[in-house]
């Protein structure tokens, strides 16, 4: 592809969401069909002064991993990664799956004993993150896998995801940094409060947001951007939630999800399609039927459910849970080898109230 949002996609990922500096270990994953942008982000990464190093898959390579791996394989986090995890000073990963389904069929346990496997490389990013040693970013190429599954072309699809990351126009940054000052006004309306409860068609739910912090995601960690989240208070959720779209997770889409928590746990689960995959996360260990991060997401841009979390999040309208590890700088303490975002849209008859003061209503925060 010789596009110039390609070009310019990678200038924001390398100097406004990585931040590369002169000297820094930067590890550049993703497949071969990302090639454009890998060959863009080597480049820019060297021209600021840094060192990248390429992590590169073929597009089928985990298919035949799984088909094919033994237990001490299964068991094994891959050597190279590892060490660029505990020891570079930056990560950028590119989804650049040409069949994002391909592991649907995979024996959940063995999904899940590979979960276990590379949960280690999971700790050490949210670790690292937190304090500052490890500049990780999340993105993705477009290719006709993701497009096929978000009902598009694949040059619709590729305008689609550029236009969200504003690759398209001359200055990304100052948009970023405008989303920025933008959500630092809706922080200021939850952040140092107690209670927060969510009332609407697929939720009547409740928790506690007391002594934890809100962050602003707007273009550091995941490109595209546009939430707001914490760690709830891990004992403080209580009620039911019903998810609105399908949940993939490692390629499997669990469709209406419904839980119900009981004290922060949850005491109930059921879907209505792969629900024995759902039941087989929730068994991962004892972190995974708690939640590790509450957001809301506020980009209005992305209007419509494509399949693929890293933009689904972040659908303005909406908000997400994600069962599993929470990251420790929200004030989170839940660990778990799984971290896996369910997204509930509250954009009709919906309500969010902080400490019984309404401020989100419809989709919408109200100032």
């Known amino acids: 592809m010789s596009d110039a949002r390609v070009d310019r996609f990678a200038k924001i990922l390398v100097e406004y969401s990585a931040r590369l500096k002169a000297g820094d ?23 600021v002064g840094a ?29 190279f990664m590892k060490y660029a995890y505990e020891n570079f000073e930056s990560r950028i990963r590119i989804h650049s799956q040409t069949n994002p389904r391909m592991l649907s069929s995979v024996d959940p346990a063995k999904l899940g004993r590979r979960q276990k496997a590379m949960s280690s490389l999971l700790e050490t990013q949210i670790r ?20 096929v599954e978000a009902g598009m072309g694949l040059r619709a699809y590729e305008d689609f995801v550029f236009r969200a990351c504003h690759a398209n126009e001359a200055d990304p940054v100052a948009y970023w940094k405008q989303v920025e000052d933008e959500q630092k006004k809706m922080i200021e309306r939850v952040q140092g409060h107690n209670l927060v409860t969510l009332t609407g068609p697929n939720v009547d739910l409740s928790l506690s947001v007391k002594g934890r912090t809100f962050l602003n995601s707007c273009g550091t960690h995941n490109m595209p951007d546009g939430e707001i989240y914490t760690g709830p208070v891990e004992d403080s ?33 059921k879907a209505q399609k792969n629900e024995t995959y759902l039941h087989e996360m929730l068994q991962s260990d004892a972190g995974s039927r708690f939640l590790g991060e509450f957001a809301i997401g506020t980009n209005f841009e992305i209007n419509k459910f494509t399949g693929n979390i890293l933009f689904d999040e972040k659908i303005g309208g909406t908000f997400h849970m994600a069962l599993g590890a929470g990251y420790p700088e929200t004030g989170s303490h839940n660990k778990s ?31």
């Open 51 to 79: 060192q990248p190093h390429t992590l590169i898959e073929f597009p089928d390579q985990q298919e035949i991993f799984f088909r094919n791996a033994n237990g001490d394989q299964l068991d094994f986090p891959p050597t």
């Open 128 to 147: 690292r993150g937190a304090s500052g040693e490890l500049k990780w970013v999340t993105t993705l190429f477009p290719t006709d896998g993701y497009a």
């Open 337 to 367: 080898v799984i971290h896996w975002d369910m997204i509930c849209d509250m954009r009709q008859d919906a309500e969010i109230a902080v400490d019984g003061e309404v401020i989100y209503r419809n989709g919408k925060f109200v100032f």
């Open 237 to 269: 959720v209580n009620g039911w939630v019903k998810f609105t779209y399908p949940a993939i997770y490692n390629g499997v889409a669990v469709e209406g999800i419904e839980l119900t928590f009981n004290q922060g746990r949850v005491e109930k689960a």
């Open 25 to 47: 270990r930067v590890l550049i994953e993703g497949t071969t069909a990302a090639e454009p942008l890998v060959n863009a982000i080597f480049q820019h990464a060297l021209e």
